[in-house]
């Protein structure tokens, strides 16, 4: 039994009001398998990097009890860089660099120690490569969480529409919801993707929480109220990976885990965004963790 | 004991993309004063309208046991009357036209029988008129609820900082509290509007929902998806009505109850927006607010 997150693992250069980073280690494989790692220990990831990414950060995944033996190194070649700057209300963004080096040829090679894979996190990437991984699994996992975003249904719909039908949840914000389905209000967006293929909707709304959908349930989780947002990059990735690693470790799948799962997600995100990068998420302590998951209740609890 | 409550009694022109209406009757006491009808029995409206403002629509009130004696009716003046437009988000409008007329010299005279007033409830009005009624109350009430908007921001600051440092607490917008404080952060701003005054502050965030602070407590209220929404005029004043006239039924003022209250005032708004106008919330039965209410229990509860 394991989890399997496929995704980026990359540079970034981050800029935000608060400052900016040099080229430090990023993308969503990196920010959803260290936060799926804090609920559950059988992580392993499926990516490519080149040959300047450096071992520690390797070592350091290892650490986290994150398998690298589907991390494919590329001698001669240079791992995908993304460079952005966030605008000052930090909900909206520009990107200035992006290289894709490794990515561009990327392809997915599952080691058949991956093939006891239950649980399925698809790290926004293209929904090709995304169906690639779900249809090299000799056994169809019993859980597969897919996050996608704007871009791919701009260039690739059709692709993404087929990678689509074969999850069980998908991860998206609102404008996104908004433009698959063609509807404003989310709740007929929601009803009419939850027709697509998913059994699970979740819609990400940033500082204004989640929605997760199912059938004619919905779930309103909370978002904590920061008095510092540091970089919100990653955020949703770690959000993700949060998510499905508390579905790892409770290993039933039903709407009332799905809840909890978010309010995991959710509480590894709010402490993602404090930090540069990965910073905050490498190094946090049970106890950190419970009494986060304990201001999520106390901030959304009332009784009537 | 009584609730009252000082807002405008007006006409309304709107136009969504739903549809359009004549002249209607709206103005934020109308629906702060309907809304709390349902949970308190002694509702007393302060307000001022014209000869052209039909008698029935007050039999209306005061068959939800809102007392109306402290409203004006200014012979041979009309009501205030205020158009505007929706955009399709229904997030934003355009007024079309605005006819302070009675509105303009309005000096809100207090009936001898209000003086029992142990809630107050100032809807949006100019902030020196909210002030003329809290100082024209021989005793002060146990609380007091302001909403306010940008425009008084905008156009007397000054007025609006002295009126806002005497009430319990300040209902505005999420934009309003950036406004008001001079801080992105809602958790900065907060902390900067808990300094001037209130106690509490309720920042409203529409279709997100909303967000109670009080000393280092945060309340996060979630606000119930909708597939429609037909017309938001009223929702904010809805929602204060409710919150106060649920407030005025437990008469305990704390934290725990003010969370509750804000549960009913989201509910009640959550019905204003699915017609045109006062429709929706002139003829709801207990029923329908009870299931109302479940939904929101059902939407936000979660078991850690």
Chains 1, 2 share one sequence.
């Not at 709010?270 to 930090?275: A, G, L, N, P, T």
């Amino acid at each position: 039994m394991s989890l399997v997150v496929i995704g980026t693992v990359a540079f970034d250069a981050i800029e935000t009001p608060f400052g900016k980073t040099d080229k430090i280690v990023g993308g969503a494989a990196t920010y959803a398998s260290l936060a799926a790692s804090y609920f559950y220990n059988k992580v392993k990831i499926v990516a490519v990097v080149g040959d300047d990414f450096p071992q520690e950060e390797i070592a350091d995944l290892n650490k986290h009890h994150i398998n690298t033996e589907g991390l494919q190194i590329k001698k001669g070649e240079k791992s995908f860089f993304w460079s952005g700057k966030y605008h000052n209300d930090m909900n909206s963004r520009d990107t200035l660099v992006t290289e894709l080096n490794v990515l561009g040829d990327f392809d997915p090679i599952i080691p058949e120690s991956y093939q006891d894979c239950e649980y399925l996190m698809l790290g926004n990437l293209t929904p090709q490569v995304q169906q690639t991984v779900i249809n090299r699994l000799k056994k169809r996992p019993k859980l597969i969480v897919m996050d996608t975003m704007n871009f791919w249904m701009d260039i690739a719909m059709d692709d993404l529409l087929e990678t689509i039908k074969m999850v069980d949840v998908l991860t998206i914000n609102d404008a996104e919801a908004r433009q698959l389905s063609g509807e404003y209000s989310l709740v007929k967006a929601a009803n009419k993707i939850l027709t697509m293929g998913p059994k699970y909707l979740i819609i990400k709304k940033g500082e204004h929480g989640a929605l997760l959908f199912h059938e004619d349930h919905i779930f309103s989780a909370p978002a904590l109220p920061l008095a510092e947002v540091f970089d919100p990059t990653g955020a949703g990735d770690t959000f993700a990976g949060g998510f499905i690693g508390y579905m790892a470790k409770v290993g039933t799948v039903n709407f009332n885990n799905m809840k909890n799962a978010i309010i995991f997600g959710s509480a590894l995100a709010s402490f993602c965004v404090e930090k540069f990068g990965t910073e905050k998420i490498r190094n946090l302590s049970e106890e950190e963790v419970s009494a986060r998951i304990q201001q999520f209740v106390r901030l959304s609890a009332f009784e009537i």
